[in-house]
């Protein structure tokens, strides 16, 4: 079973950027569907961007032309490339790992905070 370990969160100011990181071990990423969700406190979790094992990307319409989310198979890691941040999309952002027959597993959580 794979295991996800997500970084690369932060405070920044309103505009800013940051890049998450989603490092998986444990089994072969290239295999997997990934997705970056997000849950703000007092929300419910919600869909941020997804990636195909084969490339195709889907991006949430609050986030479309200033997310990016791309994956490194041979790291091992699904990154998501956060520009022109808004204080709305502060978050606890999470990874996730889809593999037909097998479990969804979910990373621990990175926090964002965009604020000035």
């Known amino acids: 079973q794979v295991q996800l370990v997500e970084s690369g969160g932060g405070l920044v100011q309103p505009g800013g950027s940051l890049r998450l990181s989603c490092a998986a071990s444990g089994s072969i990423l290239r295999f997997y569907a990934m997705g970056w969700y997000r849950q703000a406190p007092g929300n419910q979790r919600e869909l941020v961007a997804t990636?195909?094992?084969?490339?195709?990307?889907n991006y949430a319409d609050s986030v479309k032309g200033r997310f990016t989310i791309s994956r490194d198979n041979p790291k091992n890691t699904v990154y998501l490339q956060m520009n022109s941040l808004k204080p709305e999309d502060t978050a606890v952002y999470y990874c996730?790992?889809?593999?037909?027959?097998?479990?969804?597993?979910w990373g621990q959580g990175t926090q964002v905070t965009v604020s000035s």
């Open positions: 990636i195909s094992s084969g490339g195709s990307t």
């Open positions: 996730k790992a889809n593999r037909m027959g097998y479990s969804a597993t």
